[in-house]
């Protein structure tokens, strides 16, 4: 018998293979994926001493994920525009 985890794991692999199939862009991975690396970067910035200003100016991790996913968040509404201007 399957737990209820390995269920709703199977699930989300169909859905995603689907998605790929079909062609659909899975969103929230994007926005996961550009949070990253927009995170990274912030992160590096800040260990750099290159940014002393904003959010990364005292650099609290929790705004700069903040800021991170704020940042992911308004790329991935300009792209979806774009996908839907196609």
Do not use: F, H
Not at 49 to 68: E, F, H, Q, R, W
């Amino acid at each position: 018998m399957i737990s209820v985890l390995e269920k709703q794991y199977m699930e989300t692999v169909i859905r995603m293979g689907r998605r790929m199939q079909s062609g659909e862009v899975d969103w929230e991975q994007r926005r996961y994926e550009i949070a990253k690396n927009v995170m990274a970067a912030m992160v590096g910035a800040v260990a750099k001493g290159a940014v002393n200003k904003g959010a990364m100016y005292d650099p609290n991790y929790i705004s700069l994920a903040k800021t991170s996913v704020e940042a992911a968040s308004a790329l991935v509404t300009e792209l979806k525009k774009t996908q839907e201007n196609k």
